[in-house]
DNA sequence: AATCATCATGTTATCGTTACCAGCCCCACT
DNA sequence: AGTGGGGCTGGTAACGATAACATGATGATT
């Protein structure tokens, strides 16, 4: 029963052709006659053969994977740009190696350095941050290196993202056009959460720009910052700077918790408190009230990646030409700013 | 500059030892001496060298990839399982190759069949319906299969799941016990959503056994069913059937949507109308009111699920004896069923 | 002193597929 | 009839690591 699973080699002598043809038959572009590879095909059915994959990457240098890593898949934003990602790069006959980081540099250096050891065609970071090693891995890794949801400095190769600094401004003047003054911060303070502080620098910019006090800032801790941890600075929030008119949130998980808590204490919002929260979650769009938020294209970051992959592999870019693309930043203005 | 990458070889060169010591010099387990190995090493790191994986998955017949299917990853409950599953098997030396079936068994079936030819160790499914040519593929894998999510009435190999048709009993015991009679339910009514309808026919099955009505059954359509899929059928919900008392929902995120709607609408909750979830999502917890639900611990069968391959695959269970593990959903009473 | 286990290392063959290079047959054109 | 090209097939070697077995040196044991 359960001897070893059938090679190549086995249907080859099952259908009296050589291994190569049998090969062949698997690949839909080569040239095999009609009917040896109806009789490859089946003979592979009945025998149960499963293609080797491991073979074949050995044998092409070719494994059609594509690394990815990302901080955390319990995050909508980053599981959409990975969905979007993955669906993009299937069509293109990749699969994804996905792994997490749990927001950690070291963490990513370590999963760099295991996922390069799989010879992925490419490689695909979130952020711009990295341990010198991590950097000299990816640079040397020689394949197409993708950095995602920031605009680092200095990139490593090819960038996909939007300036979160930018995009907070954006925010702080829709609060300071609308007649808000006292304008308070909630998250970014961890330096871990390399997102979280250029919203939170920027914020403070902005603010800055506008003549206005940038003090109000409230701590959340580490990442990842989930509507509790923005219920309980509101809290702080109330308890320490009572005259705030508004909060802005380092993501709409942060605003709704935050949104909550002012329930809870029967403050109303917009009226007493509004709000602002960051990328455009599902949330922010059905809550009472509604979330103003900003739309930082988290799926389009996975599409447009997966076709830049598809295009660098497929040679369809001067090799050695790192491409950047930008996405600016959508304010969505909704109840929680009226 | 882009020659050709470094292999074992190379290093073996470079230090003048065989190649069999530097492969041996990179397992953590095998002889070599203490300097020899700093040697390769240092080698290994001076050339740039990355080990090569392919090619030890090939000679090996070992690749230490699990092979994961999931109907999403955009849903929180899933990605628990694949965050606690990938953690607990990291810590094995295993790597997740996950994939999305996007509830469509046909989809899953080809997935399956792809993730089997990278020649993972075990393969881990959700749900317990399969195509008939998947189920062949799972069964003559050669490798240890686990069914999550479900309690399959044929399973494959191994299961981790729980049955969602008790899950929903409990949940129906709990409005009857708390006095509502008119109770509806949301969701549940495509096919190819099998813990939907599971669920549905559970809420079914235990209205009957308590002598109540359980005709008020409001469609939502295909999954994924999120927040506004809820909303939208509370609407109809309320316009069709408004002497409804309480509201059995599919999910938490439908349960949400449902009561947003409610809040819209000025409809109190739980005074005017009662809501259940199911799933125990972070929001149920945190929203105004908060919402009864069921806690089916989508991370604990993560977990548990990893630490069954790791047990199967080191050999700590009789092989060929298939495994099954059941949880036993807990009720969690909230605000909006008071 | 002889024997044997242990350690560190080397040699050889192989995992299953495919790149590369030929070779054959057949038909279309000169 | 001869030449050429395209379609189909086969033989051989190789991808880069390691399993399996073998070897020499060292030290412990009787």
Redesign the pocket.
Known sequence: MSR??P???DI?KAI?????????A??SD????????EAILRAAEDLG?V??S???N?????TDFVAVTIPSINNANFAETVRQLSDGLSRRGLQILLGYTNYDILEEERLVEQLLRRKPQAIVVTGGRHTPRARKLLSNAGIPVVETWDLPEQPIGHVVGFSNTLAIGEMVRHFADAGYRRIAFIGGDADNDTRGTERRAGFVAAMQAAGLDASRLIACGAPPIGMREGAVAMAHLLQSLPDTEAAICVSDLSAFGALTECQRRGIRVPQDMALGGFGNYDIGAICVPTLTTINAFAGDIGAKTAELIGDVLEGRFEPGLPQTIRFTPVLIGRESSR
């Open positions: 070893k699973p090679t190549m080699a080859a009296g052709v050589s291994p190569m043809t049998v090969s062949r698997f690949k080569s040239s095999v006659s009609q009917e040896t590879r053969y293609f080797d491991t073979a074949a050995l044998r092409s240098q070719k």
